[in-house]
């Protein structure tokens, strides 16, 4: 059996807003919640135009469904492996300017990607593209933390709402630009990174002034945290893990196939089934905005329980309905699943205080690391049956957050 439990005083709502340094520094933060979540914007725009290609990449270079699972596996294993190290390391050596750095990695994989004349020249460019993930998402998650005035939950969803925004955009971009205008159009959204790489500058400078804001707040006497053993906190990241695993392939599922999932089955044009996309991914920005600020309310193991339990019914009815319906719900799934992401974040941030980066890496990385299998994985499924399989099969993963019931209690009781 673990370790039991001890309790240690809880840091008092607003420690952050009061280190801030009052209401100046307070307007300036909230500058900076919106500048990372721009970038975020930015950076996934720039990145989400990789799957939203894979029609003309398909048709141009003759690719099977296996073939474009590979793509997306080399650019999210890239970043699944690199971030939980960028993270650790800045941990300990913080490295202000590294998100405009990591950005450039993106500019110079789009740049290969136009130019890419060969499927082994387009898997190395979306391995560029997910090395800039790596750098970005585990340093910016950390900077929106310091910058949160103890909102970490809005924090987080401010953040992320940036890059689901972008990767809603992005399907659309390449609908209308792209398709039309070919692979090569895709170097005109390296003038997106070059403003992206000026925002984070100023933002570097605003984190190398104020790094104390990233060290662990000072504990204050009056409410009571829960400290659990390093066993019972390896077993709830395992367990987070598995929620994940269940959100991220699901997910996958949609990005990387729904496109031809309605081209095949309804016969929808590739301009058409881009714009369902772009709504799918519009509904992922309001649930995950939604499930941030719900989290911070009422606490974030509620918040999973209905992300990731409560899409149940909706995931198992999505492969046997028409069209009107498939739409509708393929909405209904992005607003309640995105509502996980964020709770899931703070809650093991809040299981691993001082190692905000090491966590943020992890788990970034783990998503896309568990997207990018999964969609390698899924392909080769549908290559053996059929893209209507592929969501009669995930449809059942939501039953993973049944998990959700074994995940200790952390968290103060709120009102």
């Known amino acids: 059996m673990p370790a039991a439990a001890r309790t240690v005083p809880a840091e008092p709502a607003g420690t952050g807003a009061a280190l801030a340094g009052g209401p100046a520094v307070e307007g300036t933060t909230f500058a900076i919640l919106l500048s ?37 596996l080399a650019f999210q294993v890239t970043a699944s492996m690199l971030q939980p190290l960028v993270g650790l390391y800045t941990d300990r050596r913080p490295m202000p300017y590294s998100l405009a750095a990591g950005m450039a990695f993106t500019l110079i994989g789009l740049v290969l990607m136009s130019m890419a004349s060969s499927y082994p020249a387009i898997l190395a460019a979306a391995a560029l593209i997910g090395i800039g993930s790596s750098v970005f998402h585990p340093e910016a998650s950390r900077v929106a ?15 992320q709402v940036g890059g689901n925004t972008g990767s809603a955009v992005g399907p659309l971009l390449a609908a209308f630009v792209v398709v039309p205008r070919g692979q090569s159009s895709i170097v005109w959204f ?39 053993s390093r066993g019972r906190v390896l077993f709830a990241i395992t367990i987070l893990v598995a929620l994940l695993f269940s959100k991220n392939v699901y997910s996958a599922s949609l990005s990387s196939y729904y496109t031809f999932y309605l081209i095949g089955k309804f016969g929808l044009s590739v301009q058409a089934a881009q714009i369902a996309l772009f709504a799918f991914l519009g509904a992922l920005v309001v649930g995950t905005l939604a499930g941030g600020w719900i989290g911070d309310r009422i606490g974030r193991i509620p918040v999973m329980w209905f992300s990731i339990l409560g899409v149940l019914p909706f995931t198992i009815a999505l492969p046997h309905v028409e069209l009107y319906w498939t739409l509708a719900l393929s909405i209904v799934i992005g607003l309640i699943m995105a509502s996980a992401f964020s709770a899931i974040l703070v809650y093991a941030q809040d299981l691993m205080p001082g190692k905000v980066g090491m966590v943020a890496g992890l788990f970034f990385g783990f998503s896309f690391g568990l997207g990018g299998l999964g969609a390698a994985a899924l392909g080769q499924l549908a290559d053996m049956t059929s893209l209507e399989a592929v969501y009669r099969v995930c449809a059942f993963l939501p039953l993973i957050g049944l998990l959700t019931a074994f995940l200790p209690k952390i968290e103060r009781p709120r009102g």
Request: aromatic share 8%.
């Open 145 to 159: 933390r310091m910058a949160s005035g103890g909102r970490h939950g809005f924090a987080q969803s401010l953040f």
């Open 36 to 72: 990372l979540s721009f970038c975020h914007l930015l950076n996934d725009m720039m990145q989400s135009l990789v799957p939203a290609i894979y029609p003309v990449l398909k048709d141009r270079y003759h690719l099977d469904f296996a073939q474009i699972g590979m793509i997306t």
């Open 190 to 228: 390296s003038a997106a990174a070059l403003v992206a790489m000026i925002v984070l500058t100023a933002v570097g400078t605003w984190y190398r002034r104020n790094r104390h804001l990233a060290k662990p707040k000072p504990r204050a006497a009056g409410g009571e945290a829960v400290v659990l």
